[in-house]
């Protein structure tokens, strides 16, 4: 029984996606009131949690759906300008904001704003902060004080986004990662996560910490440094560094992260947080 339902609604699924590329394809059909439907459908199961712009596969693998991000992309043209009214404030804009909070068992502290089409789990906690559209965020985690979701990131299970940290939006183009932060992260304040940057699963980044494509991730706890980009590895503690670089001008301090060590997989995720930022004396 449950395989017949899985296979109809991957059917279902498949459809949706076929019809979202072929108005992608052919922008005179924006303006039909199918396709408009189907955009708003997608849009709908995004904002449930049945659909993400980018999927964890199970083997430590991410898979964009490029085909969803085209829906969000397309959502803006179909939408139209709209004055309303929450309190005192006023809102003008193409998209409403997430409602029945209670139903969904998320806790939502005053000026917390997440726009409809994001999905955030049952146990997650909104401070005053901002999550966008297509964005998912977690059972357990935390969105601090004046910290950003942006459009399409995936925010894992039990992170902690603490204060001002930014996490950039990734829309176009279509086929590329949205920001990721893996389950049981700790995200450090005033840290900035963009570009589709990766952070895997029980990653500490100490304040401050800036990540882009660009940046060079460097490992220095071991004899020889070893450098990434795009992607903090599984448990790493990491701080912000610079190294020096020579311009035409001259020689220069350039920004960089440096991974000082690991969390220690024998504790208790919670304890270890605290461990590792205690050992390591990283600033929150």
């Known amino acids: ?3 017949h339902i899985f296979a109809e609604s991957n059917k279902i699924m498949e459809s ?20 408009m439907e189907a955009i708003r459908q997608v849009i709908a199961l995004v904002d449930e949690g049945n659909l993400r712009p980018a999927e964890p596969l199970g083997d430590g693998s991410w898979q964009v759906n490029e085909w969803v991000k085209k829906a969000i992309l397309m959502y803006f043209r179909i939408q139209e300008m709209t004055t309303y009214e929450v309190g005192p404030f006023e809102f003008h804009d193409k998209i409403p904001l997430k409602k029945n909070y209670a139903a969904q068992g998320v806790r939502v502290v005053p000026h917390a704003i997440a726009r409809y089409g994001s999905f955030i789990e049952a146990g997650a906690i909104l401070m005053p902060s901002y999550v966008n559209i297509g964005a998912w965020v977690g059972s357990g985690s935390m969105v601090d ?7 399409c990131a995936q925010i894992g299970r039990n992170v902690h986004l603490a204060g001002g940290v930014g996490i950039g939006g990734v829309l176009e183009p279509p086929q590329a990662s949205p920001t990721i932060i893996e389950d049981n992260c700790f995200i450090g304040s005033r840290c900035i996560v963009v ?35 795009g992607e903090i590895p599984e448990r790493s503690v990491v701080i912000p560094g610079s190294y020096a670089r020579t311009f035409p001008a001259g020689t220069y301090n350039v920004n960089c992260a440096l991974i000082i060590g690991t969390r220690k997989e024998s504790t208790d995720k919670k304890v270890s947080l605290n461990d590792a930022l205690r050992d390591y004396n990283v600033a929150v």
């Open 1 to 3: 029984m449950h395989s």
């Open 16 to 35: 949706l996606r076929k019809e979202i590329e072929q108005i992608w394809e052919n922008n005179s059909l924006l303006a039909t009131h199918p396709s």
């Open 145 to 151: 004080t004046w910290a950003t979701v942006g459009s």
């Open 195 to 229: 570009e589709g940057v990766r952070v895997r699963k029980e990653a500490v980044l100490g304040a401050n910490v800036v990540l882009t494509q660009s940046t060079h991730i460097i490992d220095v706890s071991g004899d020889k440094p070893i450098t990434y980009k």
